[in-house]
């Protein structure tokens, strides 16, 4: 089976490294399946859950924040500000961090930046679907 | 002549001294390991990165004002030193090193905004009178790339708003445990992209523009991580070295003390050995 090698990078280091059958990723402009021999191509990301299948049809969470991907025929490349494995996710923070944005949210005080909230939100909610395997 | 009790007092306390300095020596130099460390884990981003902004920016007719230089009327620094001193002339460096820059540019105290990071940096530029928008001072020694997001966030808005025409920033370059090079880089607009090394031409999705607004942002904010790793690295070196220095010197003085001790115990022993011979010829 033809396979690509998946890395995820980010600048405290690298995160993900393996080979992959297949590659479903959230671009900007939606979802986006690779596959091995794909044309090259740079794409912007959302926030979300960067799917690996690998060669013997396991599935592999890594919860991305961003960043882009860079997809060569035999390699694909997503560089992002932070990412984490779905090994080393710590589900109680997560939910920490999901509640402080939502009181944060919802206390709509004068002075709080609500897209920043919203993004908090959003990793938050995003880290919690990769621990706990919903897709 | 002192006396033997206040050398020997004195002996003491720069042997004490010189426990600490020893041991700040070492905790240094663990620490600028791991901080070496950390500087290698963070090249393999920027190697990529840089690959695929050279190749977006030289692939496409795309542009961005990120990338386009514009007259300078105000120039932001940014200025990594540390929160703490003993590292030597460190500290002193990169403050100075942002001064000659403005020197160089001409200008004047308003003409400047200082993005200050570590408390010696942010202290001084209050104190001088300089506009600092913003400082980040208690950095862990080991700093994440989330630690130094909010500042590299704000210099990249501001000059994306268009309130400055030019970031720079100072710091101290590692280059190996006992020389730190002091440097100023610009960081915006970006001008010093390298010829594409990949000959691969990219599709972009869903366009060359969009991906440079998300990318470009990104990029220049690894920048500035990237500065503040090296300066770590730099900064425990500094400090390793100022330790060493110390170190030695106590031991010097150490030695310098001990023979004024001998000596002055000697004198004492023949003034005593004269005083008795004295008295007993005085008998006679």
Redesign the interface.
């Known amino acids: 089976m033809k396979t690509t090698v998946v890395n995820i990078v980010t600048p405290d280091g690298p995160v993900y490294d393996s080979a992959a059958a297949m590659v479903s990723v959230r671009a900007t402009s939606g979802e986006m399946g690779i596959l091995p021999g794909h044309i090259p191509t740079v794409a912007p990301l959302a926030i979300g859950i960067v799917r690996v299948k690998t060669a013997d049809n396991k599935t592999e969470l890594v919860a991305v924040t961003g960043g882009f991907v860079e997809i060569r025929p035999e390699q694909v490349t997503i560089l992002s500000p932070s990412a984490e494995v779905a090994e080393d996710i710590d589900l109680a923070r997560a939910k920490e961090a999901l509640k402080r944005a939502e009181q944060r949210l919802q206390a709509k005080k004068d002075g709080i930046d609500v897209k920043r909230a919203e993004l908090a939100l959003n990793r938050a909610i995003n880290r919690i679907n990769v621990k706990e395997g919903n897709i | 002549m002192a006396t033997l009790r206040e050398v020997k007092q004195r002996i003491n306390s720069t042997k004490s001294t010189s426990k600490i300095t020893q041991a700040m020596h070492l905790v240094s130099s663990s620490k600028m390991a791991r901080a070496e460390r950390n500087a290698k ?2 090249v ?2 920027m190697n ?2 840089q ?2 902004v050279a ?2 920016a030289n692939g496409t007719a795309a542009s961005h004002p990120m990338l386009v230089e514009r007259p300078v009327k105000k120039t932001a620094y940014i200025v990594i030193a540390s929160d703490r001193g003993l590292a030597g002339a460190f500290n002193t460096n990169s403050i100075r090193k942002a001064i000659t820059a403005m020197e160089d540019r001409n200008q004047s105290k308003d003409q400047a905004v200082i993005f200050a990071v570590g408390r010696m940096a942010s202290e001084f530029f209050t104190k001088q009178g300089y506009n600092v928008v913003d400082s980040e001072i208690g950095l862990p020694d080991q700093p ?3 630690d130094i ?1 909010r500042i590299a966030r704000t210099a990249v808005g501001m000059f994306t708003d268009g309130q400055i025409d030019e970031v720079v920033m100072c710091y101290a370059h590692f280059e190996n445990a006992v020389s730190q090079v002091f440097m100023e880089r610009k960081l915006l607009p970006i001008t010093d992209i390298a010829p594409a090394t ?1 000959n ?7 366009s060359g523009e ?2 440079l ?3 470009l942002p ?1 990029y220049a ?2 920048l500035v ?2 500065a503040l790793l090296d300066a770590k690295a730099s900064e425990h070196a500094a400090r390793m070295t100022a330790m060493k220095n110390a170190t030695d010197n106590a031991k010097e003085l150490i030695n310098d003390l001990t023979v004024l001790y001998n000596r002055a115990r000697q004198a004492a022993i023949t003034q005593e050995i004269t005083e008795i011979v004295a008295g007993a010829a005085a008998l006679e």
């Open positions: 884990k963070y393999p981003y990529k990165i690959d695929v190749a977006i994440a790339f989330a997001k990949t691969a031409s990219y599709e972009f999705e869903p969009e991906i607004e998300v990318l990104q904010e690894s991580y990237g």
